[in-house]
């Protein structure tokens, strides 16, 4: 039997990213794109996005061959129920001149995908937000947390950096002077470090500045504290610790302890070697210590694969994982 | 040397009360109105509101003999950087006939006055949001907390609502079932408590239901949190306990180990007897073992009595308090 073709797609909220691969373990191209989100960016917007990246990875691919897809996608269900998303990625798809039936995934599904072929395991998740999620069979089971930064999110990006602002907070409350953290906090936010002589006025203006954006950009903060916590300092090392404890915690609400499931690892707190992930690494082999942790890898290359791995003439899906997906760093 | 006359005004969110005393204890009047914050109600509403408190308060009295007045604000800063503020404040005022100056406090140091005539104290407010704030010779000094929703009011009644929010998604995380607080906050912003067959659908419903509405409103949660506390519920008990915690926390960051200053507390969640002002005595008892604990009273009355303690003819400003103010009752 010969090779079928199959395309993969990971569309996220600042860069799409295409790939076409053989169910023998070829990498025939690959495309890039800015952000395909039809929530975030709209319809039209995603569509033209999903086009670019698809067309570059089908150069030299005849796309009426490709026989199955897969796409990868934040909130994949409200896409599925928004008439208007489906009907862009439907454009998009046969724009390009692909025939081939698709599949849309969450985007957690493929980042466990990305790190692991077992069919079942965790995924933990921290970017901008925070989620957790049970995998069984290849298919999203049950989810922790991703309640957005209002009501959790905790140990993401958003929840580093508004507790990052917190402790610069107390610490004027107390009249002590922020620690290295806060006058990098400060700066940040006021462009300056320097503390009024009634400390309620920077206090004051330290809210105003954070309450004028969008709550969700405190989570630009984020790497301000984890480059303090590279840098050992004492608040940023405690805060990463929480946040570890935290996505721990969501971890747990989903998995029995002593599970031998693998545990991937994705986003970006997470698969750099951040101060968070050690943290985590080592709170979750305290509480996991048979399960291999792995690290999210390539998200197109992981789509590529779902839409590969139950084709005909797939016989060892695990050993094309190895071939297609860079297999995700076991970490340590 | 005859008495004096003067006017004391509470401008709150939801009501504006004003009182006419005169320097010898002797109460002539009292006027209430709606809310009356130009910063919320706009200029000439929160004059038309303060009008009407003052014009009932000052029903048999001649305006034109009026000496001097407080008026308690919760942003008085604002105000007074705020022309068009200021100005419907001045409108008002002249408008019932008054002619003598006027002083704006905040409300923190009116609620402190309504519980205590110490120049020096501790004021630990919760409604809504939650701030302290030492108080020196009856002047706000050092203020912790007050941050707002995003950052701070830590143990504030938006605090309750969330954290009664969160502990419902974490069990519906767990798949296990919400006990009797998670029953009532399910009701409360679905409509229903039943579970999903997938509980992430009724995790998401309950996302959606929150984040539809302003953050704030998660306030309208606590009393279902103090009403299961009162109960006994395990879930709303911890919470209680958690924000006595975070409540004498704050206090901390301005109030020494070991003061024995009072600490008067106010605000809707503090003033009356429910179990966090219960949990929150506690707390504060260990902390401050030699303090009096008072409760904030009669604002208006406080402001009367600020205004006409320093005016000649007053030789005994705290047996004034003890005519004019409801002492606060003592704490146990």
């Known amino acids: 039997m010969s090779a079928s073709v199959v395309v993969g797609l990971d569309v996220g909220g600042t860069s799409t990213r295409a790939t076409v691969v053989t169910t023998t373990g070829e990498r025939l191209g690959t495309g890039r794109a800015g ?16 086009r670019t990246a698809l067309h570059a990875a089908l150069a030299g691919t005849d796309p009426a061959g490709v026989t199955a897809g897969v796409i990868g996608l934040a909130g994949a269900g409200r896409l599925l129920a928004d008439p208007a998303g489906r009907d862009a990625f439907d454009r998009a798809w046969h724009d390009v001149g692909l025939h081939c039936p698709y599949t ?26 925070a989620i957790a999620a049970r995998v069984r069979g290849l298919r999203l089971d049950r989810v922790a947390d991703g309640h957005g930064w209002l009501l959790g999110d905790a140990g993401s990006g958003f929840w580093l950096g508004r507790e990052a602002v917190r402790r610069v907070l107390a610490d004027l409350d107390r009249a002590h002077r922020p620690g290295p953290l806060g006058v990098r906090v400060l700066t940040e936010l006021l462009g300056h470090a320097e503390i ?137």
Chains 1, 2 share one sequence.
């Not at 952000?35 to 999903?50: C, I, K, Q, V, W």
């Not at 995934?105 to 901008?128: E, F, K, N, R």
């Not at 599970?259 to 509480?287: C, H, I, K, M, W």
């Not at 789509?303 to 995700?328: F, N």
């Open 196 to 332: 009024a002589p009634r400390p309620r006025d920077t206090v004051d203006a330290l809210v105003q500045a954070v309450t004028r954006r969008p709550p969700v950009e405190l989570a630009r903060l984020a790497p301000l504290v984890v480059d303090a916590a590279r840098r050992d300092e004492p608040t940023a090392v405690a805060l990463v610790g929480e946040a570890a404890g935290h996505l721990a915690e969501s971890a747990s609400r989903i998995r029995p302890p002593g599970a031998t499931e693998p545990l991937v690892l994705g986003g970006g707190l997470l698969t750099g070697d951040t101060p968070l992930a050690s943290a985590l690494q080592a709170e979750l082999r305290r509480r996991w210590p048979e399960a291999p942790l792995r690290r999210a890898g390539d998200g197109a290359a992981a789509a590529a694969w779902l839409a590969a791995r139950d084709l005909p003439g797939v016989t060892d899906p695990e050993a094309l994982h190895g071939l297609l997906v860079d297999p995700g760093l076991p970490l340590l």
């Open 104 to 129: 849309v995934h969450s985007d957690a599904l493929i980042a466990y995908a990305s790190g692991s072929p077992d069919p079942d395991g965790t995924v933990l998740i921290a970017g901008t937000g």
């Open 35 to 50: 952000g395909g989100n039809p929530t975030s960016h709209g319809a039209d917007r995603a569509a033209a996005e999903l």
